[in-house]
């Protein structure tokens, strides 16, 4: 604590409301002293996030902050030193200072991290480029989901925020994180106003993940097999939901009898019609190939390309002298085609 020895001594008839006075300094000093910055610090994120606990939340809205107004009353006027050394800046809106050569912590964070001078020379950023109003616990938000909205006014944001693409598990978590989001700001700003306390930013991200991971346990829809959910999942600490399947089936390669060959077939098409193609295997009853084939084609209907890859599999296997085949399609038309065809056709 700062030694606040010696003040001078008063004599006269106003003594009680001097002392009174510098009582009420001394509280103010003492205040200033105790939101001093730890200067260990590892990483830029690390000091920005443990700086905010200095910041409060404004009357007028938002994640705002105090600016530190230096006191000039004559009796405290010595211990401007004081107050310079032990206090911390308390970062204004719009602030300009530099993230990295101002000594807004006590230490500039150049020397913090001993950062040598020839890269000095190449970080700029300003502080509010970090922190600014409500936008520092949005940024954590919009960095976990990978996802960017507006947040200037409420009808664009709402509007944005709903209308976010993402699987049932993310859309799930998602709202959640804005209602949470929206929630704090408000519970945080409604306190300073009517009860003058301040929520922290680490305490009002904590409050969002832990929402966030209550939310995730009702276990409402599923994620995609893709690394964005993934990433998000991990950000959160959180396990993802896998899709079952509605039916399940053994599908298992059956070989044909002896004597037989068996040919698996399958066409797709682009569009309807459009560029497609189609192909085919042939295995005997030891699970032998025999032969294959693979066939471009130009604009065909998927049903096209699945009955001339039938028609170029019964050709060929003809033409090699395979008489007994068990031809395997997918598709239910062809397999009715071939059901109801003329015995004399071979």
């Not at 730890?38 to 009357?59: D, L, M, P």
């Not at 200072?97 to 970080?123: C, K, M, Q």
């Not at 960017?148 to 998602?174: H, N």
């Not at 049903?303 to 399609?329: D, P």
Request: aromatic share 14%; with cysteine.
């Amino acid at each position: 604590m700062p030694d606040f020895s010696p003040f001078p001594e008063f004599e006269g008839p106003r003594i009680e409301q001097v002392l009174e006075k510098e009582k009420k300094y001394k509280s103010d000093i003492f205040v200033l002293h105790m939101k001093k910055v730890t200067k260990e610090v590892g990483t830029c994120w690390a000091v920005s996030n443990y700086c905010s606990k200095a910041f409060k939340w404004t009357k007028s809205g938002g994640y705002g902050t105090y600016r530190k107004h230096i006191m000039k009353h004559h009796l405290v006027e010595h211990t401007r030193a004081n107050l310079l050394k032990e206090g911390i800046w308390l970062i204004g809106e719009n602030s300009q200072r530099d993230f990295w050569h101002d000594n807004w912590l006590g230490v500039p964070i150049l020397e913090l991290l001993g950062i040598l001078d020839y890269l000095a020379t190449l970080l700029k950023a300003r502080v509010s480029d970090f922190i600014y109003e409500a936008v520092a616990l949005w940024e954590a938000i919009f960095s976990a989901f990978q996802r960017r909205i507006s947040i200037d006014t409420w009808s664009s944001f709402f509007s944005q925020a709903m209308s976010v693409s993402f699987s049932d598990q993310m859309r799930v978590l998602w709202k959640s994180t804005i209602h949470d989001v929206v929630w704090s700001v408000w519970l945080a700003r409604n306190q300073w106003i009517f009860e003058s306390k301040t929520m922290y930013f680490g305490s009002a991200l904590s409050f969002v993940w832990r929402a966030v991971s209550d939310a995730n346990r009702l276990e409402i829809g599923c994620m995609r097999n893709c690394i964005d959910d993934l990433l998000i999942l991990h950000r959160f600490d959180l396990c993802g939901i896998q899709a079952r399947a509605h039916v399940i089936r053994s599908v298992i390669w059956s070989p044909p009898a002896p004597g037989w060959t068996k040919v698996n077939i399958d066409g797709a098409a682009l569009s309807s019609p459009g560029a497609g193609g189609c192909g085919g295997i042939f295995h005997n009853f030891r699970a032998f190939v025999k032969g294959c084939f693979a066939v471009p084609l130009d604009h065909v209907f998927a049903f096209e390309a699945e009955l001339l890859a039938a028609s170029i599999a019964i050709n060929f296997a003809w033409q090699n002298g395979w008489h007994q085949i068990w031809l395997k399609s997918d598709s239910s038309y062809v397999v009715q085609l071939l059901s109801y065809r003329s015995e004399q056709v071979p």
